[in-house]
């Protein structure tokens, strides 16, 4: 498992454990959206440890995020308390399954998927990981991004 599919695995657990939902016959239900690297980042990480069949297994720090809840589903609307330790015992039961680990950092007004643009007219994400709400279309559960 690399560390991609390791996040793959946390987020789409997450959105299995929050939502109900199945997609169309034959529909993908899943994208894959390119982001552009953060100027000056580089694209790996520097080699801590050698390793015999290739790049590291899971994923190499924890993965903070925050809680939005608005726009929650009339379901988890009266408690966000409620909701967020319902989150929070789907992402235990799979960082454990995963190898992955967290750090909740609180909530925030901040939407899920928030896009910034450069001074050159790049759109890029924000890189603030936000489980909330939103419209999704149709046949759709959920949708996750980790930055």
């Known amino acids: 498992m690399n560390p991609l599919s390791s996040a793959a695995c946390w ?8 939502l109900a939902g199945s997609a169309a016959a034959g ?7 390119p982001v552009p690297p953060k ?3 580089s694209v790996k990480p520097p080699a801590k440890w050698n390793r015999l069949y290739g790049d590291n297994i899971g994923w190499l720090s924890p993965i903070r995020w925050r809680y939005n809840h608005s726009l929650a589903p ?4 009266g408690d966000p308390a409620g909701t967020l330790a319902q989150i929070r015992s789907a992402i235990d039961s799979w960082t454990q ?6 750090e909740y950092e609180g909530e925030t007004t901040i939407a899920p998927d928030t896009r910034v643009t450069d001074a050159q007219g790049d759109e890029s994400p924000d890189y603030v990981n936000v489980v909330g709400w939103g419209v ?9 991004w980790v930055w």
């Open 11 to 18: 987020v789409l657990a997450l959105a299995a454990a929050i």
């Open 136 to 144: 999704l279309e149709t046949n759709v559960a959920g949708v996750a």
């Open 39 to 41: 100027a000056g980042a």
């Open 74 to 77: 009339a379901a988890f609307a």
């Open 27 to 33: 529909a993908a239900d899943h994208h894959f959206l």
């Open 97 to 102: 399954v995963c190898g992955v680990t967290y």
